[in-house]
């Protein structure tokens, strides 16, 4: 084994310590023999992936709910007694129950598994003393790694040798610009974010090269760590699992209670307890909505369908309910509310501000001067001599490239620099050609230290260029340019008022200049440029919003959720950002900075986070308990985000969004909700899908308690007055299951009313049956039991065959469901709005018509088919008896128009 020193420790060691402890060589790396040592310790170079459930005890996990557990008990009993066939009939219901929800979240499982396979990345090591290509997962401690400008960081390493490298670890540490990269050790409490002499697994080489010694592999690796936390941490319930299962033990209590109660009146009456017992039995079965499990699921997913139609995938199926109860949404800033694309937006240059339109790498856009308004746009011909001279200096004091692979532009290099170079194509110019023009002859790279790079070319006259801090360039200049490029003596105010309003707006400030040299020069050093500058211009860059972003933010707000950034860039840029993007909620942004937020105690941090609309420069840690003290206040909190450090929150959070694109594969893994496309705007989808969703859940439950209501009441005043059952159980599980089932699973398909997304959020502490809806259950109960009672009574006595009763009881109550189930529907509101003239247009529901008329058929084949008649007994029904079992929908009627008319007026922002 390796002396390692504590884990994370590597970047207080020198390079020859560093290799000594790892057993390393420079020159030749480690030995094949020594590499299959290592692996056999180590092992594979990947995160580990925590095994799903096997398919028998997701299968069986399908049964853990509270009104099964009734249901199955029912049906033991149903055997114990004898009683094969209802109990056969009982277990074969939940069977089915089971094999729904488990083939649903089956469907969620294939949905994402194109995203959860990782592309094999490679690398250059350093082993047996030549350079190979291998995969990054047979990387060990201790191996060599050569990167270079576009290589992904493969493993932790300790840079040994530099050559003006710089690394983007915006994915782990939310720095949206790349770092600069050193060798010399650093203090022990050296933040993650400020170890300069460590390249992260993850990261990604904008620019330069270096020789990496490989300090940590797989879960050792910073990002293994996060992960490894990630997973420790206990994943909240979403609001309707609670409701739900708050509901279904309600339910349970009641129903038991009710069926014991039954039991020990009708043993005082003297009746026989087996008697009794199935009277029991079959009030259980009776109040227990068997469909409501199974609608549950399947409402759930076909919202999940739907979304994944909408470039959204769901992980898990009551994600998309608690979506669409979500109140806040804590966005990352970085690639998530922003292209992740720095872009030119002003520039200044001969005493004269430009703005520059267009987003992206893209030559698309417009240079033009801020005044007058509405110029035309400016080409090489036209451009004022000094805007030209500061875009030359743009794209020839540069190391990147611009890449257009399809439709797409992307940068090879530092995303600053190609700003730059995209800036200036947006005036026709061409890299290529000012290169052929301007050939370079040497280059003195950009070093925090001295806060410039410049770039000496052969032209005539022979030129150097710089570009760097706008202090760092104005210490060095003597000149600058008028508008029409003549040299004149420098004048700081302006430059530094012009720097002053971009730093407002969030832009990142370049300056640009030059200094003529002798033709015979043909090397560069920093003494060439410690003065006579001449000055150029600046040039102001920002990462952009998105606009579906900005439009997805509007939306939010419309719909009552409140949308904060919560991101470790700096303060200045993320408020600019917000404003840009209409966050605040009031008349100006209000933003948090991370050592603000450290400071303050829990009821501080709390006040903090509900008043806030920008936390910056925040730690990982710092954004779990931004979420906490949200969730701590009853905010069901949805998380955005794409990095490895967005992990945790997206595991804390309700609702958990990633990029299905640009996101880590640890942030992929933490979250409920993957966007394929990347885009904030799905967002608004989701929350639309989510409301709908739940919308249409209560429905289903509107529709399904009234009639265990109803024969819950039957059963029970009959079995108490020791009279015939109207119903008997396994027509009773017919009604709850196959009826029930057709009827409801239409309304998941129920489409969203008008306004949905300009009502106000429901109260995450609303129970899933509200007043009510409750009232609405009872009221519809009762008529329900009075159906029931009054038609078997009257056609007992009338026909004198309780089969016949029993049958036209059961037929009258679905015709007066049909009614009932248009009234509580998007086709009864249309409907009704179209003979009211509330409405021109009649918009068609065609599943709910397939629902009632396969309800239809399967009523007519329970009542006049041979083999339902002896499974079910049932008895077949004359044409005058159908008409009868029809006169129901009439009473139905008055009601079904009341309940429309309450909800053709929701409660509104």
């Not at 990630?230 to 299962?245: D, G, H, I, S």
């Not at 439950?701 to 059963?715: H, K, Q, R």
Request: some cysteine.
């Amino acid at each position: 084994m390796l002396a390692e020193p504590q884990t994370g420790q590597y970047h207080t060691l020198s390079v020859e310590k560093t290799i000594e402890v790892l057993k390393s060589h420079l020159e030749q790396g480690l030995t094949a023999e020594e590499v299959a040592h290592r692996s056999s310790i180590y092992g594979w170079n990947q995160l580990p992936v925590s095994p799903g459930k096997p398919w028998w005890q997701r299968f069986l996990l399908q049964f853990h709910q509270p009104l099964l557990y009734i249901l199955l008990i029912a049906g033991g009993v149903k055997a114990f007694l004898g009683s094969w066939t209802p109990a056969l009939v009982i277990w074969g219901v939940t069977i089915i129950n089971a094999l729904i929800g488990y083939v649903q979240e089956a469907k969620a499982e294939d949905a994402i598994a194109s995203l959860a396979k990782t592309v094999t990345t490679e690398t250059t090591v350093l082993r047996d003393g030549q350079r190979l290509r291998i995969p990054s997962a047979d990387l060990v401690p201790g191996d060599i790694v050569l990167l270079t400008s576009g290589d992904k960081v493969p493993a932790d390493l300790r840079l040994m040798q530099v050559w003006s490298l710089q690394v983007d670890e915006s994915a782990l540490t939310g720095e949206s610009l790349p770092v600069t990269k050193s060798i010399l050790p650093l203090a022990e409490d050296t933040p993650l974010a400020e170890r300069i002499n460590m390249a992260y697994a993850g990261s990604f080489v904008t620019a330069g090269q270096a020789l990496g010694l490989v300090a940590a592999t797989a879960a050792a690796t910073e990002v293994g760590q996060i992960s490894r936390s990630m997973e420790q941490r206990v994943n909240l319930n979403t609001p309707l699992t609670r409701k739900f299962a708050s509901f279904s033990r309600m339910l349970l209590y009641g129903i038991l209670t009710l069926a014991a109660l039954t039991f020990s009146i009708g043993l005082l009456q003297g009746e026989s307890w087996i008697y009794m017992f199935e009277a029991a039995v079959a009030l259980a079965v009776s109040a227990i909505p068997e469909g409501l499990p199974a609608v549950v699921t399947i409402t759930l997913a076909i919202g999940v369908n739907r979304m994944a139609r909408r470039h959204a995938i769901i992980r898990k199926l009551p994600a998309v309910e608690a979506l669409g109860s979500t109140t806040v949404i804590c966005s990352d800033k970085t690639g998530t509310l922003t292209e992740n694309q720095m872009t030119v937006q002003a520039i200044q240059a001969g005493g004269q501000a430009y703005r520059v339109s267009g987003t992206g790498y893209g030559p698309e856009g417009k240079i033009q001067p801020e005044t007058p308004p509405n110029s035309p746009r400016l080409l090489l011909d036209d451009l004022p001599p000094a805007l030209s001279e500061c875009l030359i200096a743009g794209v020839l004091c540069n190391e990147a490239q611009l890449k257009h692979t399809g439709e797409q532009w992307s940068v090879v290099g530092d995303p600053t620099e190609g700003a730059l170079l995209a800036a200036a194509a947006k005036a026709d110019f061409s890299q290529p050609r000012l290169h052929l023009s301007h050939p370079r002859l040497d280059a003195i790279p950009f070093e925090s230290e001295y806060k410039y790079m410049a770039t000496l070319h052969d032209a005539t006259p022979r030129v150097i260029y710089v570009k760097g801090s706008v202090e760092v360039l104005l210490q060095r200049a003597t000149l600058m340019l008028d508008p029409d490029g003549q040299e004149i003596g420098l004048d700081s105010k302006p430059i530094e008022k012009a720097v002053a309003e971009m730093a407002e707006q969030g832009l990142r400030v370049l300056a640009f200049a030059k200094k003529h040299v002798a033709p015979h020069q043909h090397t560069l050093n920093h003494e060439d440029i410690a003065t006579g500058l001449v000055f150029l211009g600046l040039q102001g860059m920002i990462d952009p919003p998105r606009p579906e972003a900005i439009a997805a933010v509007r939306a939010c707000h419309s719909a009552g959720i409140q949308v904060k950034m919560i991101t470790g860039d700096h303060l200045g840029t993320a408020r600019a950002i917000a404003g840009r993007m209409g966050l605040h909620r009031t008349q100006e942004v209000k933003a948090f900075a991370g050592r603000e937020l450290a400071a303050m105690d829990q009821q501080q941090l709390v006040q903090a986070v509900l008043e806030g609309d920008v936390f910056a420069r925040v730690a990982p840690t710092q954004k779990l308990q931004l979420v906490e003290a949200l969730q701590s206040q009853g905010e069901i909190v949805a998380m955005t985000g794409d990095g490895v450090n967005d992990a945790p929150a997206l595991k804390q959070a309700d609702i958990g969004i990633a990029m299905g694109k640009a996101g880590t594969e640890v942030a992929r893994e933490a979250a409920d909700m993957l966007l394929t496309d990347d885009n904030f705007a799905s967002i608004e989808a989701a929350v639309e899908e989510g409301r709908t969703v739940y919308q249409n859940l209560q429905k289903a439950i509107a529709f399904l308690l009234p009639v265990n209501g109803g024969e819950s009441m039957t059963i029970l005043i009959s079995a108490l007055l020791a009279r015939d059952l109207p119903i008997l159980s396994l027509q009773v599980l017919w009604l709850n299951m196959i009826n029930s089932l057709t009827m409801t699973v239409p309304l998941a398909f129920e489409p969203k009313p008008m306004g949905l997304m300009q009502r106000a959020p429901r109260n995450p502490q609303e129970p899933l049956v509200t007043a009510n809806l409750l009232r609405r259950i009872g009221l519809v109960s009762l008529f329900n039991w009075i159906l029931i009672f009054g038609i078997f009574e009257w056609a007992k006595s009338a026909t004198g065959d309780i089969a016949v009763a029993r049958t036209m009881a059961i037929q009258s109550l679905v015709a007066a469901r049909v009614i009932y189930l248009l009234s509580i529907s998007q086709l009864g509101a249309n409907i009704l709005a179209y003979v009211s003239r509330r409405s021109t247009t009649f918009a068609n529901a065609p599943m709910l018509m397939w629902g009632i008329a396969a309800a239809v058929i399967l009523q007519i084949l329970f009542s006049q088919w041979p083999v339902m008649n002896t499974l079910f007994e049932t008895a077949p029904l004359t044409a005058q008896q159908w008409l009868i079992c029809l006169l129901p929908m009439l009473p139905m009627l008055p009601f079904a128009i009341q309940i429309n008319l309450l909800e053709a007026s929701p409660k509104k922002i």
